[in-house]
């Protein structure tokens, strides 16, 4: 065969193996790949962190080797970057587990009644399968498994709770309450209680063969706004074992290339195909932004909706990629409750370049919580927390000791760029001198909450600045 033929048929083949795996016509690509961009954005951002914190040991977001715990004994702070919409009254703990061989044991030792603790059990699609803790256990301790899709052993007699996942990789995020500054010692001694360990290990029996190594892909700047999503979802759909519930969805993800542990390349395929994926996650982006305008910010959908177990969700991809991109890896609303402040009461864009703000509740209607609540301030242009000079990212209910109350009892906070008058120093939250965002977090929410007994204050800016 001469070399131009061998040419023409290798051509051939790439062009035949392009439509083998992309199946859809650019008309029908365009509708699925909007559906399989909502569908795999959470996945994809779980992965970012899953590769910084236990992968990529030269990472400044590295926290510990699979299966075992990682402490960060401080509150995060603007220089912190692993994931967006960080929580800063909460110093984290880190469990990536890796379940394919064996179940996980987490141990949890007895904490102050009075301290405030969870361990958020998440899996691989950023669903909220199970939680420890103050709320779901109490502050007594005990040793809980963690067991993987395909675990059929028996349960240890001396083991307080069984715990399934869905995924071969789970995320385990604890978190503990933070006083303040001279809190922090208490803080890593509770820390050093938390321990873990693979079933075998804590039963002391001879462990399981080790799972197969995994060639973990690099991330790469825009893998989660162009067709390159596609890729690293195939590459974690295979920890994660189709459910009955999402048969028929794979399949028509199958049509443009999308299967569980398959390669996914661009390069494969036509010009008019990487069009229509590119087309559809812009259509997804643009159905996002409509509902986070009509419906975040006005506050008619809530962060409860956006996070907690699958039942929960009820299969709801838009709702699960607005927690992903608005703040992953939230707590489900019998948890926490997550106020998002995104515009004033006038509707527009919250911009301290252009307005302060104030923030006021009356008397008597500070926000119900039976442990804490919290506002955060955050740069709207990278999610992050705020650099400013007093190193002070959040109001909390702790601090209402040293903040300034009205005259008439209630409290009014200044979120602004520059320094309010002395006085008023103490309720200061410092602002970007540019677009911002607050969150509004109550940790074990009361019912008037989520009843809408009670309301929302808005966020009230004043007048222009000359």
Do not use: C
Not at 189 to 209: D, N, R
Not at 255 to 279: C, K, M, S, V, Y
Not at 326 to 351: M, T
């Amino acid at each position: 065969m001469t070399n131009r033929l061998l040419l023409t048929a290798l051509s051939l083949a790439l062009s035949t193996s392009a439509w083998a795996d992309f199946t859809a016509t650019p008309e029908d690509a365009r509708g699925i790949a909007k559906e399989a961009y909502l569908y795999g954005f959470p996945v994809v951002e779980m992965y970012k962190t899953l590769y910084s914190q236990a992968v990529d040991t030269k990472s400044a977001n590295f926290k510990a080797p699979f299966n075992r715990i990682g402490n960060t004994a401080k509150a995060f702070t603007a220089k912190d970057t692993a994931f967006v919409t960080p929580n800063a009254d909460t110093p984290y703990s880190f469990v990536w587990m890796d379940l394919r061989a064996e179940p996980v044991v987490l141990t949890l030792p007895p904490i102050d009644e009075h301290r405030y603790y969870s361990v958020q059990l998440i899996d691989a699609y950023t669903q909220n399968f199970a939680y420890l803790g103050t709320r779901s256990t109490g502050n007594n301790g005990g040793h809980f498994m963690v067991a993987g899709p395909n675990w059929q052993g028996q349960q240890p007699v001396k083991m307080d709770r069984l715990l399934r996942s869905e995924t071969d990789i789970a995320y385990a995020l604890y978190r503990t309450q933070l006083f303040d500054e001279k809190d922090l010692a208490q803080v890593k001694k509770i820390q050093k209680g938390y321990k873990v360990e693979t079933l075998s290990h804590y039963v002391k029996q001879k462990a399981p063969p080790a799972a197969p190594k995994v060639a973990w892909p690099k991330p790469t700047p825009t893998m989660s706004d162009t067709p390159d999503l596609f890729r690293y979802l195939n590459f974690m759909l295979a920890f994660a074992p189709a459910q009955d519930a999402e048969k028929d969805l794979l399949a028509r993800f199958k049509t443009i290339g999308i299967e569980a542990g398959e390669p996914f390349n661009l390069h494969d395929f036509t010009a008019e195909q990487r069009q229509a994926l590119e087309d559809g996650i812009s259509d997804a982006k643009a159905e996002f932004a409509r509902f986070k305008k009509d419906k975040v910010d006005t506050h008619e959908v809530t962060s409860g909706d956006f996070y907690g177990t699958r039942d929960h969700l009820k299969g709801n991809y838009l709702y699960r990629y607005a927690g992903a991109n608005l703040g992953i890896f939230g707590n489900s609303a019998e948890e926490a409750n997550y106020i998002g402040y995104f515009v004033d009461k006038d509707g527009k864009p919250l911009d301290a370049s252009k307005h302060d703000y104030t923030l006021h509740f009356d008397k008597g209607a500070l926000p119900p919580a039976d442990a804490f609540w919290s506002l955060t301030m955050y740069d709207s242009k990278n999610k992050l927390l705020v650099t400013n000079p007093l190193n002070r990212y959040l109001i909390n209910s702790r601090m209402l000791p040293d903040l300034k109350l009205d005259t008439d009892g209630g409290l009014t906070l200044y979120l602004q760029n520059s320094a309010p008058a002395k006085d008023l120093q103490s309720n200061w939250l410092p602002a970007p001198e540019g677009p911002f965002y607050g969150v509004l977090r109550l940790y074990l929410p009361k019912p008037e909450v989520t009843s809408g007994q009670w309301q929302i204050p808005p966020l009230n800016p004043v007048p222009a600045k000359p």
